[in-house]
Nanobody, 118 residues
């Protein structure tokens, strides 16, 4: 599975941004896609996770401000981020998780920088 993320950049506090991530290659029937983020010196944290059947999970720090949605036909997941704060500044990583035969396979994108200025 290859992941191509895009949409990062510089935005002012209070602004909005949409990230996208397209998956290609071998797809799993049972899968999930989503986003994590990381700042230097800290652990990678969950932003949003969308399971194959449509259920979603959001990180506590972004709840109410982000929405994850997916275009299944294009194997692409989007992250709509609103009311951005300087503390949202991080490298955002797309991930794809596939399950088959009792095993889970995780794949990560290259990361896209989001910088929120105050």
């Amino acid at each position: 599975v290859q992941l191509q993320a895009s949409g990062g950049g510089l935005v002012q506090a209070g602004g909005s941004l949409i990230l996208s991530c397209a998956a290609s290659g071998r797809m799993f029937t049972a899968n999930a896609m989503g986003w994590y983020r990381q700042v230097p010196g800290k652990q990678r944290e969950l932003v949003a996770h969308r399971f194959g059947r449509g259920s979603t999970t959001y990180g506590d720090s972004v709840k109410g401000r982000v929405t994850i949605f997916r275009d299944d036909a294009r194997n692409t997941v989007f992250l709509q981020m609103n009311s951005l704060k300087p503390e949202d500044t991080a490298v955002y990583y797309c991930f794809y998780s596939g399950s088959e035969g009792g095993h889970e396979y995780d794949y990560w994108g290259q990361g896209t920088q989001v910088t929120v200025s105050s």
